[in-house]
């Protein structure tokens, strides 16, 4: 019997043969390279058209003298630049526009935070919040803007109901007041758009494991004590992403200034893009596109910086 088995062995071994691999299809390099520029093509003639030529422009028109009342246009170099500057207007809205959007972003992800935190628990009521909480985001900026003019006015909805729950007649000029009209309004501002900061930090709450949060209950943490040195840590890809979006938002913000104070009482809410439409509708187009490309400067030179500050302390995080 052992002699059979190994006479049997060497041909049993011989008779079974490897599993043959069946060669992968390699993609076609056509494929690869054809379809994907076919496919962007649309999209890059879309920017091109209506990003790229008309910033190239703004570019070149800030060195002019283009405006309603001349035929031609001249190459005047840095003129628009230094009687802006000299006037004194420019740095106005440019300081006004700087503390709105400081405003704004302050305002938005501190009342977005905390109702992210208050309506965190998955119930129906908190859900049915949820949404009218989001209402305001998807309204039109100007009707909102209109809707808080009217609701703010001396004989607004706002001073009658005041006057009905203290007993005397109030008549408050809310959007009257040259030192607290900017921080009504960029309240407003923040109103409309706190609902999707709550929506960013809901997603970056959720994120958080539960594991991490048992074990510091375990620990014998307080809620406080958790949020601060836990929740509030690992929120840095929201916080980053809500605080970049509310300065870049406020800096080109017009229609909720317009629609309310269009920029006053005294210019104390007028920020660069009101100006700039104010300077458009007199007819000096080359100045407005200084102003613009102005604007677009401080938002680089501000918002860079910001961004890659709290990119890196995600990365520390």
């Known amino acids: 019997m052992s002699t059979n088995r190994t006479l049997l062995a060497p041909e049993r071994r011989q008779s079974i043969s490897p599993p043959t691999r069946t060669p992968r299809r390699q993609p076609s390099r056509g494929r690869r390279q054809d379809h994907p520029l076919w496919f962007l093509i649309p999209a890059f003639a879309v920017l091109l058209v209506f990003f790229f030529v008309p910033t190239v422009f703004n570019f070149v028109y800030a060195f002019t003298d283009w405006s309603s009342f001349k035929s031609s246009i001249g190459f005047i170099g840095f003129d628009n630049f230094v009687s802006l500057f000299s006037n004194g207007t420019l740095v106005n809205a440019l300081r006004v526009t700087l503390i709105y959007a400081v405003l704004v972003a302050v305002f938005q992800n501190v009342f977005g935070l905390i109702l992210a935190l208050l309506l965190e628990r998955d119930t129906r009521l908190n859900r049915t919040a949820r949404v009218l909480f989001f209402i305001p985001v998807i309204m039109s900026a100007l009707a909102v803007g209109y809707i808080f003019q009217a609701l703010l006015k001396p004989e607004g909805a706002l001073n009658d109901i005041l006057s009905f ?15 607290w009209t900017i921080v009504v309004v960029a309240l407003v501002h923040s109103w409309k758009w706190m609902g999707l900061s709550m929506l960013i930090y809901l997603a970056g709450l959720k994120t958080i494991s539960a594991d991490v949060l048992e074990a510091s209950r375990l620990d014998g943490a307080s809620w ?20 970049a979006t509310a300065l870049l938002g406020s800096m080109n913000g017009f229609d909720i200034v317009q ?11 007028e920020l660069l893009n009101i100006f700039i439409f104010r300077t458009f509708g007199q007819g000096l187009f080359a100045q407005a596109t200084t102003m613009s490309l102005v604007l677009f400067l401080m938002v680089a030179i501000l918002a860079f910086p910001v961004i890659r500050t709290l990119r890196k302390r995600e990365d520390v995080l």
């Open 165 to 179: 729950v203290t007993g005397s007649d109030v008549s408050i000029a809310w959007l009257g007041d040259t030192t």
């Open 224 to 243: 406080w004590q958790t949020f601060r040195q836990i929740r509030f840590p690992l929120l840095a890809p929201a916080i980053t992403f809500n605080v």
């Open 259 to 269: 629609a309310t104070t269009e920029g006053g009482p005294g210019g104390t809410t």
